[in-house]
Nanobody, 131 residues
Framework: QVQLVESGGGSVQAGGSLSLSCAVSGNTYRYNCMGWFRQSPGKAREGVAR????????SYGDSVKGRFTISRDKAKNTMTLHMNNLTPEDTAMYYCSTDRDSGGSVCGAFFSSFSSSFRSWGQGTQVTVSS
């Protein structure tokens, strides 16, 4: 099992910044892809950012490219999402997630394939951006 605990959510004005952190514990064999999703009421879950633990490859959803940065601290077993230039459209519950072998060394299926028994989720942290 993999346990994920998010922190760092909160309220910020448009144009501001926030950093989310995800503490990862458990069997490291069970993941080599890590990332963040978000979901707001009435909207579908959206892949925000992902990172491959083997290659270091990162990728972002179109709506956050150039504003969000994902990183991983292997020694501390944490994953961070730095969010800049936030807009009200970024308001959502943010979830960290891990999976194994989700689309090769670039984790190409991480945003779209959720059937794996290795998929794990955190409980979520709320981000609210006011205009």
């Amino acid at each position: 099992q993999v346990q994920l605990v998010e922190s760092g959510g909160g309220s910020v004005q448009a144009g501001g910044s926030l950093s989310l952190s995800c503490a990862v514990s458990g069997n490291t064999y069970r993941y080599n892809c890590m990332g963040w999703f978000r979901q707001s009421p009435g909207k579908a879950r959206e892949g925000v950012a992902r990172i491959s633990t083997s290659s270091g490859y990162t990728s972002y959803g179109d709506s956050v490219k150039g504003r969000f940065t994902i990183s991983r601290d292997k020694a501390k077993n944490t994953m961070t999402l730095h969010m800049n230039n936030l807009t009200p459209e970024d308001t959502a519950m943010y979830y960290c997630s891990t999976d194994r072998d989700s689309g090769g060394s670039v984790c190409g299926a991480f945003f779209s394939s959720f059937s794996s028994s290795f998929r794990s989720w955190g409980q979520g942290t709320q981000v609210t951006v006011s205009s």
